[in-house]
């Protein structure tokens, strides 16, 4: 552990894990990364071990840019009991195999259209591809053979086109998505440790998108409600594990976190 309150954190959830909430990304957290999203599933392990803390522990739950019934398939989330899956940031919200989702602004649709012409526009390589989240539209660039250069050439249009929409544009992983705004893994985390009136809360991510739900940590810790992150260390996450109180190697060392978690919180 890096940070004495990240251990204040932890150690508080142990103590009293039926109030206590477990919160973790799935892309790159609880799953490796791969080149094609849709082949994305758990690491081994990660499922048993939040499953067997969800016996104990009073909320587990996924927060993901993903749909939220792609993560429960992806994951095997459904095995979890009681386990609530927040999709696409926090604006759906699969639980008990029901779904609930937020409507699409009108800002979406002006980007939907938009993006096409903006990749033709710059000559965007093979391997440049436009994601559909209903609620929200992403432009990834993990494929093609200079992820981040084809990027930093897409942003100027990208941003110009967010302003114009109404839309936040916010960057991850070698992808910009334009989504609407005000929603973010840091308010989603919020909102449902106010619901569930969480007394700890433990937070794992590993990408950009993960930092709101970090900085949120922060923020309820000054508020009186002791946390701790938890980043799914790789050379692509520095900027997250800097941030984080706790780092493991990759979505294997997650895993091995959870199960001493899990073990911790029974004894």
Request: charged fraction near 20%; aromatic fraction near 2%; hydrophobic fraction near 45%.
């Amino acid at each position: 552990m890096r940070t004495t309150e990240g251990q204040a954190g932890l150690d508080a959830l142990i103590q009293a894990p039926r109030t206590g909430l477990i919160a973790s990304d799935f892309d790159g957290t609880l799953s490796p990364i791969v080149r094609e999203p849709s082949a994305a599933r758990a690491q081994p392990g990660a499922i048993e071990a939040l499953a067997r803390l969800a016996t104990v522990v009073g909320t587990v739950a996924i927060v993901t840019g993903r749909p939220a019934l792609s993560a429960v398939k992806a994951g095997g989330l459904d095995a979890i009991p009681g386990v609530v899956v927040l999709g696409h940031y926090g604006a759906e919200r699969w639980e008990d195999g029901v779904v609930t989702e937020s409507p699409a602004p009108p800002g979406v649709d002006t980007a939907r259209l938009a993006l096409p012409g903006i990749l033709r526009k710059h000559g965007a390589p093979e391997g440049a591809r436009i994601e559909d989240k209903r609620i929200a539209v992403a432009v990834h660039t993990r494929q093609t053979g200079d992820p981040d250069g084809v990027l930093a050439t897409l942003r100027p249009d990208l941003e110009t086109l967010a302003e114009q929409a109404g839309l936040a544009l916010e960057p991850g992983r070698f992808v910009l998505e334009l989504r609407p705004p005000g929603i973010d893994k840091g308010t989603t985390l919020k909102a449902l440790v106010a619901e569930r009136s969480a007394s700890a809360v433990i937070y794992s991510g590993d990408d950009l998108g993960d930092l709101a739900a970090f900085a949120a940590v922060r923020e309820l810790r000054a508020e009186g409600t002791p946390g701790c992150t938890v980043c799914s260390g790789s050379p692509e996450a520095a900027p997250v594990a800097a941030e984080a109180d706790l780092v493991t190697d990759g979505p294997a060392g997650i895993v091995t976190f959870l199960k001493g978690l899990a073990s911790d919180v029974r004894a």
